[in-house]
């Protein structure tokens, strides 16, 4: 085999690069010549005596059919073959052809895969060389699915640059220009892919090279432009520290309309000519005194970072590698320089001029006494104050007299206060408690609705809630327990306790109303007394289940009681009043909503003989109904298509 390219050569279309040995396939090219001439030959032998054959046949008879036709089929014999050696020529011609490897495209060869001397087949898995187009080249990047149509919109005007920068970001490689949109989007990322081509003339890009791209979409002028790391963000939005004359800082607000890498343009809050902070924003508040001097002097934070970690901390360096093992080769300074600050004097700092800059020209140090570690929540230095509630305190008082105290001592914009832990769970169960009990009511009031068809029984039975919720918090004030998120849970158990008292008693009176024609009165008064005791025995044995929670001891009882201690509570005292005020509540809303779909009458109407009915007896009616008949005067309702007038004492 024989090489005829450089490594890294720039090759064209055409140009042979490998000549593998050709002479196997030039002795087969040359067996298969002398066949086609011996074939050749014997085929003309044949054609002759074939046409002999065939006039003495048709001249004197002397000939067979049978002879002609069979030395017709050997002529016929010897064509085929010399076509086969026509076909071994071929193919021996481009076996030949196959030992020139040409280069099928122009472009850069890569490193050599084989060399002279090597034995090579065609099913090999390995090439001999790679060839790859560099001029032109093309570029495919991703855009979010949201950036598309702008870029859609620019295509359409006109030509758009691609600029391609190297991994830092800051040095431009190579300009093109964007040739096209892929026809789909990512649905896992929500992305599309473009195509850029360019010239690449001086060869500065390369195959599966990562590289920015920058696509120029429009060009802002006279655009106030800071480094993004001057931008801060705080509660109340971005802003950033200006050097005012004296040196001190100011923290401004502004609005940030664009931002392009390391570069963010400011719509406003900041003048061309204003100094601002881009290294140790965290270490600064509202006046504080600062010196650039380390960024006059082409130095950053990171860089005396780096300079200091290196001197005092444990800097990895190299690897040893053995037959057995490897070792980590650890940096650090020798521990007679670590006792004091006098080893800060020796340290130098180098900026991105390449200048070794002393340390004690851009800081100055001392001994002092300082945290060991600086906390972060998210990018911004935190301090943690931890708290315990003094007895008797609630958790809502805490939180409450905490950000009284906050919003006394008059923080800066720059420092936010915020509750961690329980206090924020507390919080946040307190924010929403209001929904979470709107949409319970609602919840029920929907559910007994449907059951009932109706929309103002519903009302009677979510009644009963309210004493509830008295009763709970009463509880809760009695044994000196708080309302916390335990609590709250009770609460909401109890909107599906306590309203099964008033549920019995309106299915009975329904009942009795529907099947033996009573009036609202006499049905809720039957009711009271046929649903006494299941009444009893339900709540009994709601109450007596919640006592163990509300009377329990041992570890982890503190966090339970307040459940027991709402649910028995509400119990108690919606048992006491519910027994009372749900017969009121009944007679008085389904009189109401009679009356709303009567017809008014006076007062002093007189009745016929046919639809006069004898008023009940309030002798025998419970508490709660003679409440009622004191509460209702002359109410007018309308029953079954019949007007009536009562008048109740």
């Not at 298969?32 to 001439?37: D, G, R, W």
């Not at 003495?56 to 002609?68: E, T």
């Not at 169960?429 to 109706?454: D, F, H, K, M, P």
């Not at 007062?603 to 009915?613: D, E, I, S, Y």
Request: proline share 4%; with cysteine.
């Amino acid at each position: 085999m024989q090489v005829n390219f450089r490594e890294g050569q720039q090759v064209n279309k055409g140009n042979l690069l490998v000549l593998i040995d050709p002479r196997p396939y030039q002795v087969q090219l040359a067996q298969a010549q002398a066949q086609l001439y011996k074939d050749q030959a014997q085929l003309r032998d044949a054609r002759l005596n074939y046409q002999r054959f065939k006039d003495l046949l048709s001249q004197s008879g002397a000939m067979s059919q049978q002879q002609v036709d069979t030395q017709k089929a050997a002529a016929d014999q010897f064509e085929g073959a010399v076509r086969a050696d026509q076909a071994t020529i071929d193919n021996a011609k481009l076996q030949i052809d196959y030992c020139h490897i040409t280069a099928p495209v122009s472009g850069h060869i890569g490193l050599r895969l084989v060399d002279a001397g090597n034995i090579v087949h065609a099913a090999d898995q390995n090439p001999m060389l790679v060839i790859t187009q560099l001029q032109p080249i093309s570029v495919i990047f991703t855009l979010p699915e949201d950036s598309l149509p702008v870029v859609v919109q620019r295509m359409k005007q006109g030509t758009l640059k691609v600029d391609a920068y190297g991994r830092d970001g800051q040095t431009r490689l190579a300009t093109g220009v964007l040739l096209t949109i892929d026809n789909q989007i990512d649905v896992t990322t929500g992305t599309d892919r473009l195509k850029a081509t360019f010239d690449n003339q001086d060869g500065v890009l390369f195959p599966n090279q990562f590289v920015n791209v920058r696509v120029s979409l429009d060009v802002q002028k006279n655009v106030t432009v800071v480094p993004s790391v001057a931008v801060q963000r705080g509660p109340q939005g971005t802003f950033v520290y200006v050097v005012k004359p004296d040196k001190t800082v100011d923290a401004r607000s502004v609005t940030v309309a664009l931002t392009q890498s390391n570069q963010s343009a400011i719509a406003s809050g900041l003048e061309p000519g204003d100094v601002v902070v881009t290294d140790g924003q965290d270490k600064l508040q509202k006046g504080a005194q600062v010196e650039p001097r380390a960024a006059r002097l082409g130095v950053a934070a990171a860089d005396i970072d780096n300079a200091l970690y290196d001197a005092f901390g444990q800097r990895q360096v190299s690897i040893m590698y053995r037959q057995l093992n490897q070792y980590h080769v650890v940096m650090e300074v020798a521990p007679e320089f670590a006792n004091s600050t006098d080893a800060l004097e020796s340290i130098y700092v180098r900026g991105n001029n390449g200048t070794a800059v002393p340390l004690a020209a851009l800081a100055h140090f001392g001994p002092s006494n300082t945290a060991l570690a600086v906390n972060h929540q998210g990018q911004y230095p935190s301090v943690t104050l931890s708290f315990n509630l003094a007895p008797g305190v609630s958790l809502g008082d805490a939180t409450k007299a905490i950000e009284d105290t906050g919003r006394s001592m008059g923080f800066p914009a720059t420092i936010h206060a915020g509750f961690q832990g329980t206090a924020a769970a507390f919080q946040d169960a307190l924010s929403t408690e209001w929904l979470l009990i709107l949409c319970a009511l609602l919840t029920v009031y929907i559910v007994l609705g449907i059951l009932y068809e109706s929309y103002a029984h519903p009302i009677t039975i979510l009644s009963t809630i309210p004493s509830a919720g008295v009763g709970a918090l009463l509880a809760l004030l009695i044994s000196k327990n708080e309302l916390n998120v335990i609590g709250m849970i009770g609460i909401i158990l109890l909107i599906g306790l306590v309203k099964k008292n008033a549920i019995m008693m309106i299915d009975f009176a329904l009942y009795a109303k529907r099947e033996h024609g009573k009036s609202p009165t006499d049905a809720i008064h039957e009711a009271c007394l046929q649903r006494f005791r299941p009444i009893m025995m339900t709540t009994m044995a709601a109450l007596l289940g919640g006592l163990p929670l509300a009377l329990g001891t041992g570890t982890g009882s503190e966090m339970r009681r307040p459940l027991g201690i709402t649910i028995v509570g509400g119990l108690i005292v919606s048992q006491m009043l519910t027994l009372f005020t749900t017969p009121v509540v009944y007679i008085y809303i389904d009189r109401r909503r009679l009356w709303l779909r009567g017809t008014r009458r006076s007062a002093g109407a007189r009745l016929t003989p046919q639809h006069q009915r004898r008023t009940p007896n309030c002798n025998g009616l419970t508490l709660g109904a003679r409440a009622a008949a004191g509460m209702l005067w002359f109410l007018r309702f309308r029953l079954r298509g019949e007007t009536w007038v009562t008048s109740i004492w």
